[in-house]
């Protein structure tokens, strides 16, 4: 076998395991089934072929099952819904794959054209995280945020503040939200306060509108079917979105921090969650680049925060920790916030 289909199957398996360990045994199982379909050569290794050696990072498998995903939402597979629980099947990996296989076979062009597309991680859970640094951060600046997020996809984590955070002994967010997100918060919670966002701009290389059916369906395609609370959420977001507007910009990360501009009177705040690993060595360095020179420029008048929810680990082989970081200036001092699951909830403040 060559490196690059090693490289391939090794991807498949590593995202399973991955998905497994965060809650979706479907896609863990799913994973297996279509790596185990690529070494034999059936039509999954001719779904993916040219793909064998794209980096990790642009996630692939995600982008697989997206599509497939798709199919069985808009009604294109609709023979997989039996076994979809976010269309009220129940998953039976044994029964399932077969007719997978035939889904792949007669729709082999449109999972090939998904493979194409960038993944959507319209994470709403990750609003928790985001939402308490911002929280922390306004307790000591107090006031209005300009909002900027790169890597935004449909802008849904710009209206965190819309959404009803719920935590042991307490609660924060507009009662009313059709967003709930239990268990919020844990440890050293944030201040109770409010914040006053006056401008929400999310950055995008495809960026999509939920506004519209297209966009929703694409939307929830990517979130893993078995998991029932994220796709509640993700709709409850979606009607957030149609009544809080957000500005949507197709841009590249580094290309969009270049962009920014610090204003009188207001915090401004740029935020990202799992978007570091999609970004190439080069955005990183403009990115960190562009960082430090807003930074540089901030004052007491303008300051500004690079509120962050990425990945970490201690070292080399270490385990792979979700964790919540700001930078804030004047002063640039990096602190860590926190610690939290990869989709958000529980966040553990420290």
């Known amino acids: 076998m060559s490196a690059s289909s090693e490289h391939l199957l090794h991807t498949l398996r590593a995202q399973g395991r991955f998905c497994g360990a965060s809650g979706s045994a479907m896609y863990d199982e799913l994973f297996e089934l279509v790596a185990s379909d690529v070494e034999a050569g059936g039509i999954f290794a001719a779904v993916l072929s040219g793909h064998q050696d794209v980096p990790s990072r642009e996630a692939v498998p995600l982008r697989l099952l997206g599509g497939l995903h798709r199919l069985v939402l808009d ?3 609709a023979a997989l819904r039996a076994w979809y629980p976010s269309t009220g099947g129940a998953w039976d990996a044994g029964s399932a794959w077969p007719e997978i296989k035939l889904v792949a076979q007669r729709h082999a062009e449109s999972l090939r ?3 194409e597309q960038p993944p959507q991680t319209n994470e709403v859970g990750r609003s928790a995280a985001l939402i308490g640094g911002l929280l922390r951060i306004n307790h000591e600046i107090e006031l209005p945020i300009r909002l900027f997020e790169i890597g935004s996809s449909a802008g849904l984590n710009l209206r965190a503040d819309e959404y009803h955070y719920r935590y042991g002994g307490g609660q924060w967010g507009p009662i009313d939200s059709p967003v709930l997100i239990d268990d919020a918060w844990q440890g050293r919670l944030p201040p109770a306060g409010s914040v006053r966002i006056t401008e929400r ?5 495809a960026p999509v509108d939920v506004t519209g059916t297209d966009g929703e369906m694409t939307a929830l395609s990517y979130v893993w079917p078995d998991q029932s609370a994220r796709l509640e959420r993700l709709r409850g977001a979606i009607a957030v979105a ?4 957000a500005q949507l910009v197709r841009q590249s990360a580094d290309a969009a921090v270049a962009g920014l501009t610090l204003a009188d009177g207001a915090l401004t705040v740029l935020w990202h ?4 690993q999609y970004l190439s060595r080069d955005e990183r360095a403009a990115v960190r680049a562009r ?4 930074g540089e420029r901030a004052n007491f008048t303008a300051p ?17 920790r979700f964790l919540v970081r700001v930078r804030r200036w004047p002063g640039g001092n990096a602190v860590v916030l926190g610690e939290c699951h990869p989709h958000g909830p529980p966040v553990n403040w420290q």
């Open 242 to 245: 149609r009544k809080v507007p």
């Open 273 to 276: 969650s799992i978007t570091w």
């Open 201 to 205: 701009r999310g950055y995008d290389i």
């Open 304 to 320: 500004f925060a690079h509120l962050t929810m990425e990945p970490a680990r201690d070292g080399p082989g270490g385990p792979l």
């Open 291 to 294: 960082v430090n020179s807003l």
């Open 75 to 77: 009604g294109r597979a």
């Open 113 to 115: 054209a998904a493979l």
